[in-house]
Nanobody, 123 residues
Framework: QLQLVESGGGLVQPGGSLRLSCAAS????????IGWFRQAPGKEREGVSC????????DYADSVKVRFTASRDNAKNTVYLQMNSLKPDDTAIYYC????????????????WGQGTQVTVSS
């Protein structure tokens, strides 16, 4: 079965950190650019970050620049999103997706979506 599985979400206090993981099964991630998206209640889904196939290029939404860092370990078939200095506005379901090309912080040609992981930032 071809799928992406996110993990690492949870409840964290403002200013805290989380690291999300996106692991692939049934296919290899090194042939895809990977995007991280999030959707908060009542809001549209937004692209948070995109990382190129090699990991040599990353881009971020303005709202998360400096605080979030995307990385990938193709040997482990896993992509990560390190989230620091979290704010209540970062509360959302976070999804990873595999696609062709990054355009800024979003991704084109998405072929696979993960099921999402909840991130809640609250005191």
């Amino acid at each position: 079965q071809l799928q992406l599985v996110e993990s690492g979400g949870g409840l964290v206090q403002p200013g805290g950190s989380l690291r999300l993981s996106c692991a692939a099964s049934g296919f290899t991630l090194d042939k895809y650019s990977i995007g991280w998206f999030r959707q908060a209640p009542g809001k549209e889904r937004e692209g948070v970050s995109c990382i190129s196939m090699s990991g040599g290029s990353t881009d971020y939404a303005d709202s998360v620049k400096v605080r979030f860092t995307a990385s990938r370990d193709n040997a482990k078939n896993t992509v990560y999103l390190q989230m620091n200095s979290l704010k209540p506005d970062d509360t959302a379901i976070y999804y990873c997706a595999a696609g062709w090309n990054c355009y800024g912080s979003t991704l084109s040609g998405v072929g696979y979506w993960g099921q999402g992981t909840q991130v809640t930032v609250s005191s």
